[in-house]
């Protein structure tokens, strides 16, 4: 259970957009956080993964490499 306070103005367009559209604010909320959720758990896993193939612990490859492992190539 999660319980904000947001600026006037922001819940002002959440008010109008749930009236407009029959939602409930409760779902644009919802639907905010699990976007945001999303991008977030995706630039840490990026962010961890460029970390390590920066210390060398993660092999990256070519376009072509990619190509040629997976009979891509035209």
Known sequence: MLAWR??????AR???L????GRTKRF??????YEYLEDL???????????LVRKGRSKTYTPE???DEFGLAD
Do not use: G, N, Q, S
């Not at 947001?6 to 819940?11: F, I, S």
């Not at 749930?18 to 559209?21: I, P, R, S």
């Not at 644009?28 to 956080?33: K, N, P, S, T």
């Not at 995706?42 to 460029?50: H, N, S, T, W």
């Open 6 to 11: 947001l600026p006037a103005d922001v819940e």
């Open 41 to 51: 758990e995706d630039l840490y896993l990026a962010e961890k993964e460029m970390e």
């Open 65 to 67: 490499e990619v190509e």
């Open 14 to 16: 959440l008010d109008a």
């Open 28 to 33: 644009y909320a919802r639907e905010a956080i």
């Open 18 to 21: 749930a009236k407009a559209t």
